[in-house]
């Protein structure tokens, strides 16, 4: 962290290399973020050279917290989503950190640097205890908090309720697929969170991903017991959650 109390967070998803410095008195970012195009094909080096031109671009020489849509072990990525497959196995802590000259990085999921913003500054701010992070999209990511700490790599994505996993029956992208309303998505949705809820009791669940900006339009719709709320901090969550990340020394 800086003498300003500012972190640096990037986020790498499938379409773009996002990252700013991050206000960690308030969640806000420092400036206005910088996008890179993420390169086509994504491989481990390709991406690299793009945080090393957004670092640059900023002005930012101190650490670095990176996401990456992996499940991430020992700073190694053991999976890859919607970014080329040469990242499983990759030391993406050691590359990063040899393409920023050698400075500190850490590394972490997606959705576990959602849930780390969130869970601070976010949806979840208000609430204690622990708390389920759910980002719909083409799969559901997830992230799991207790009184603030991460239980990383969680992947309850893939989680079986029902016969079936839960984002084979409620990503956003099988709503998409197989046209379905909001009221029979929903009752998707409801049958995972029913079986979530039954296995860890959170306090609540926050529903990210792009179909979180509907959220009026089904999650009052949702049967289950416990309180679902909309994330807050949309396309800014995974950089907040990466330089809290770094901040705080979070290295799955």
């Known amino acids: 962290m800086s003498a300003r109390g500012h972190a640096f967070g990037i986020d790498i998803g499938g379409s773009g290399v996002k ?5 960690l008195a308030t969640g806000a970012l420092v400036h206005e973020r910088i996008k890179i195009l993420t390169p086509h094909p ?3 080096q390709a991406v690299a050279d793009a945080v090393t031109k957004l670092v640059a671009q ?3 020489d101190g ?3 990176i996401t990456l849509p992996s499940v991430v ?5 053991q999976t890859a ?6 990242w499983i196995g990759t030391d993406a802590r050691a590359l990063f950190s040899q393409a920023l000259d050698g400075r500190t990085v850490t590394v972490l999921n997606d959705a576990d640097a959602a849930g ?3 869970d601070r500054y976010g949806a979840a701010k208000d609430f204690d205890g622990l708390v389920v992070l759910l980002t719909f999209g083409t799969g559901i990511g997830s992230a799991l908090l207790f009184h603030g700490t991460l239980v990383p790599n969680t992947e309850l ?13 409620a990503a956003a992208s099988i709503k998409d697929r197989d046209g379905l309303t909001y009221e029979q998505w929903a009752a998707r949705v409801s049958i995972v969170l029913d079986g979530l809820e039954n296995l860890f009791w959170p306090k609540v669940f926050v529903a990210g991903g792009g179909i979180s900006r509907d959220a009026e339009q089904w999650i009052p719709l949702l049967t289950n017991r416990t309180p679902v709320i909309p994330a807050r901090l949309e396309n800014t969550a995974g950089i907040v959650g990466a330089a809290m990340a770094i901040d705080a020394g979070i290295a799955p």
């Open 116 to 118: 780390l913003a969130e």
């Open 19 to 23: 990252g700013a410095a991050v206000d």
């Open 58 to 60: 900023a002005g930012w």
């Open 63 to 65: 650490p670095v917290g």
């Open 157 to 169: 994505g893939h989680l079986e309720i029902g016969g079936m996993e839960t984002e084979h029956r």
């Open 73 to 77: 072990l020992d700073g190694v990525a």
């Open 42 to 44: 994504s491989t481990p």
């Open 81 to 86: 989503a919607n970014i080329d497959e040469a």
